[in-house]
């Protein structure tokens, strides 16, 4: 069962093109089948949603992932979010772990991935972040796009041409990250942007999931649940299902923008076309 309740939120914000966006999200994070502890922590607080995956031994992870969290909370509550505050936030992050006295493990660190919407300019956009493996996928036009790109080993012998996509699934190096939040590595992100578009959906987790479900598992499941709570629940069920391996954390956003014009239907082929050139990411169908 997940650590708690999940329950769906939801918000109405007002874009600076004069139009009303309707957010609704739902969070949930489970130990999964085989560890003995959560080591993921997430934060969905308007206008930041974070997952955060904790790595090192003992408790480290568990550190990790909650002083990353607690900073970038305090950070929401003092003004506004931007890549500049964030990394501030994250900064502290890596001195608090350093500092923590049962921070023991030089591999203590924690990924952090997630969006924020950006209402300083005329435009409104999305900002994806994400330093490690966890992962921003973005449904739209029934087509899904992982959003970040993974900080890993094995990502880096796929971008190389050494290993095929279909290769790294199984690759026994897949749990090798090459970027994360500790005493030992940077503070600094990479990040995406992308525009407000009504109908979008956001699947914000850990690699708990990804490990266990295919990106059409994902797909699929937002499919069969528009409610962000009963869509993240599906997929955390059969993450265990599937095994359970790991700790399990995911974030669902469903963005509305009533106000927005509708474009003329598009065929599954112009869909997934869209998803593909809105992240830069290869598009499940």
């Known amino acids: 069962m997940p650590d708690a309740p999940t329950t769906t939120q939801s918000q109405t914000v007002a874009l600076p093109t004069g139009l009303d966006a309707v957010l609704t999200w739902a969070g949930v994070t489970d130990r999964g089948r085989k560890r003995e502890i959560n080591q993921d922590a997430l934060l969905t607080v308007f206008p930041l949603f974070v997952v955060a995956d904790g790595m090192g031994g003992h408790i480290g992870g568990e550190i990790a992932s909650a002083s990353a969290i607690d900073r970038l909370q305090r950070m929401v509550g003092k003004g506004a979010v931007s890549p500049q505050a964030i990394e501030r936030a994250l900064v502290k992050a890596v001195r608090d772990i350093g500092d923590h006295p049962e921070t023991t493990d030089e591999g203590t660190g924690t990924t952090v991935t ?4 950006d209402l300083t300019a005329e435009e409104p956009t999305w900002v994806a972040l994400n330093i490690g493996d966890s992962r921003v996928y973005l449904a ?9 790109t993974d900080h890993s080993l094995v990502q880096e012998l796929v971008a190389s041409g050494r290993l095929s996509p279909e290769e790294a699934e199984n690759h026994p190096y897949g749990n090798v990250i090459t970027r994360a939040v500790g005493p030992s590595e940077g503070a600094v992100p990479d990040y995406v942007r992308l525009e407000v578009r009504d109908g979008d959906r956001f699947v914000i987790c ?15 499941f937002l499919r069969l649940h528009a409610d962000p709570a009963a869509a993240a629940d599906a997929m955390l069920e059969a993450a265990l299902e599937n095994g359970g391996r790991d700790n399990v954390t995911i974030v669902v956003l469903n963005v509305e923008v009533p106000g927005q014009r509708a474009e003329p239907a598009k065929t599954e082929r112009d869909a997934a076309a869209s998803a593909e050139s809105s992240t830069g990411a290869e598009p499940t169908e």
Request: proline residues 0%; glycine residues 10%.
């Open 114 to 117: 997630g969006v924020y919407l």
């Open 140 to 148: 739209r036009d029934d087509a899904l796009a992982q959003v970040t």
């Open 206 to 220: 850990s690699d708990g999931l990804t490990k266990e479900l295919t990106d059409y598992g994902i797909l699929h």
